[in-house]
């Protein structure tokens, strides 16, 4: 069984390309700062939503889940997010960005979730 998760309200940002050979840069496009993909496990039906935040700030993300049993209201998140976009692990500060895992609550084929700045999240959510 197929399924599809749809993201509502994705942020976006302007971007302004670099000028070409003709020295006039193109018009500014918007770009996407959050983006997303999702798997499901054909064996136990488990669904691996995977969401990137490249926003310098949280994002709230509405989601919405087809073609999948009932979700149960309780899964997993591991979220590996960082202070800056410079951030990095280095001998002196090893643990400075760690996947953290915890609970995640309030789930269901329809949800609203924070995504924290500068992060890769993974949702794990069971069907019933």
Known sequence: MKIAVCIKQVPTREWQPRAGRGGTPPPPRQIREVFFCATREARDGVIYLKVVNASGTAQRISVQIS????????????????????????LEQPQNIVPRTEKALDLSAQFTRDFPAYSVTVLKLRSK
């Open 67 to 90: 073609g999948a049993s009932k979700i149960r209201p309780a899964g997993e998140v591991v979220t590996l997010a960082a202070a800056t976009l410079n951030d990095t692990n280095s």
